[in-house]
């Protein structure tokens, strides 16, 4: 069985040199909404590259995958919204923890 991450926040910070926000970090929370658990992006790719999947939701309930890339500035492995989902809630839409107040990049560094 696939194991499904519902992300519910983030944490920015900006990349040197290309000096640009990214996410640095998750929080997901499981689906029996028991515990919440902090991931790295380098947490998060590695789990991804084991078939975990991560997601966000909007407030209507609809969910939004992650997807790994690499950012064309940086050439830094990163997730994101995937693309195809990104109308229906972008992961920078959710709550920030730490790190800076507000994400302008809707991508993540591989820390």
Request: aromatic content about 4%.
């Amino acid at each position: 069985m696939t194991a499904t991450n519902r992300i519910i926040s983030i944490e920015t910070h900006k990349v040197r040199p290309a000096s640009h926000d990214v996410i640095f970090a998750v929080s997901t929370r499981d689906e029996a909404a028991i515990k919440d658990q902090r991931w790295t992006v380098r947490t998060v790719l590695q789990a991804m590259g084991r078939a975990e999947r991560f997601y966000s939701e909007a407030p209507n309930g609809r969910r939004a995958r992650v997807q790994r890339y690499t950012c064309a500035g940086c050439h830094q492995e990163h997730i994101r919204t995937h693309i195809s989902d990104a109308a229906i809630h972008d992961l920078t839409n959710l709550p920030h923890t730490g790190g800076l107040p507000a994400a302008l990049a809707a991508s993540t560094p591989l820390a």
